[in-house]
């Protein structure tokens, strides 16, 4: 049972341009939705997080959008740098309880010059 | 603060042998995590500790897997008579506390282990 799909397992974007990452989840009760960030040989790193009473939060160049009717939530990089290629993983969890996250597959972001 | 701390970073073990994978977690942190990640796979979560309890192991596999977090020292995931389908990154987190979902994990660097 996949709470959680990142259904494009890659993306690559140009310099500058701005990468959207996509992410859907099928449990209507999730609270709080976060993004991570993983280089090679490292751990996931806390990116930015959107509570579900929220349809935007912005931190500098990432924006995070939730569309709960449509059970979406969307990570937006503006502008896209080199040093943003990672994998990117989407994760949502509950609130009442504690940081028991459920991800998604993640997305492979690549920024070219 | 050097993070949360994993050790080993690579371990390979033949089948049939037990696997030890320990996590000292960020200073002052008392919640420890460990989650388990599959190739081409995202995170999937395995067990929930405080201090001397086991909280929620809902995601641990039944038989062979175990997990501990005492008093004293580091947080141990045990995994006996390791099978070929063991072979994964075992990652643990950490945070300060857990009365929101809005807690930001930190995540040690994993522990990748590979069974022959």
């Known amino acids: 049972d996949q709470q959680v799909k990142q259904n494009s397992p890659s993306l690559s974007v140009q310099e500058g341009r701005i990468s959207i990452l996509n992410c859907d989840y099928t449990n209507s009760m999730f609270d709080y939705f976060l993004w991570y960030k993983k280089y090679p040989a490292e751990g996931p790193t806390f990116l930015i997080s959107i509570s579900s009473i929220k349809d935007k939060n912005e931190d500098g160049r990432f924006t995070v959008f939730l569309n709960k009717s449509a059970k979406h939530l969307s990570l937006h990089i503006v502008p896209s740098q080199p040093g943003d290629s990672a994998v990117y993983f989407c994760a949502a969890t509950f609130s009442g309880g504690y940081n028991k996250l459920i991800f998604g597959a993640g997305t492979r972001l690549a920024v070219h010059p | 603060n050097a993070g949360v701390m994993q050790n080993p970073r690579h371990l390979v073990r033949r089948r049939g042998q037990e696997a030890r994978l320990r996590c000292s977690p960020m200073k002052g942190h008392s919640h420890v995590y460990w989650y388990r990640q599959l190739p081409e796979e995202g995170l999937k979560f395995m067990v929930y500790?405080?201090?001397?309890?086991?909280?929620?192991e809902s995601g641990m596999p039944k038989e062979r897997f175990s997990a501990e977090f005492p008093k004293e020292g580091p947080s141990i995931l045990r995994i006996q008579q390791v099978v070929r389908g063991d072979s994964a990154a075992y990652f643990c987190a950490s945070s300060l506390d857990a009365s929101s979902g809005a807690n930001v994990l930190t995540f040690g660097a994993g522990s990748r282990l590979t069974v022959l």
């Open positions: 500790l405080q201090k001397e309890n086991i909280i929620d």
